[in-house]
Nanobody, 115 residues
Framework: QVQLVESGGGLVQPGGSLRLSCAASGIIFRINVMGWYRQAPGKQRELVASITNGGRTNYADSVKGRATISRDNAKNTVTLQMNSLKPEDTAVYYC?????????WGQGTQVTVSS
């Protein structure tokens, strides 16, 4: 069982930056992919960015050039740095970890981009 705890959400002005962090605990061996997803009101949850334990990254087109995902395998953490935030980035952001074919989710953290 993997537990994920996100932090770093909040209210940001358009054009601002935000750093989201996720810490994994519990039985954390063989976590392959870790990633960030988001879900806006009335919309489906979507991938924002993901990273493998080897460092290979994948980004949604909507955040390419504005987001950077990084991972510390020793500390079992994954971080999402987002810049040039837009109102359409407003959503609940969820951390996800894939372990042996099973996905685990954090509780989510709200990000609101508004002036």
């Amino acid at each position: 069982q993997v537990q994920l705890v996100e932090s770093g959400g909040g209210l940001v002005q358009p054009g601002g930056s935000l750093r989201l962090s996720c810490a994994a605990s519990g039985i954390i061996f063989r976590i392959n992919v870790m990633g960030w997803y988001r879900q806006a009101p009335g919309k489906q949850r979507e991938l924002v960015a993901s990273i493998t334990n080897g460092g290979r990254t994948n980004y949604a087109d909507s955040v390419k050039g504005r987001a950077t995902i990084s991972r510390d395998n020793a500390k079992n953490t994954v971080t999402l740095q987002m810049n040039s935030l837009k109102p359409e980035d407003t959503a609940v952001y969820y951390c996800k970890a894939d372990q042996l074919g099973k996905g685990y989710w954090g509780q989510g953290t709200q990000v609101t981009v508004s002036s």
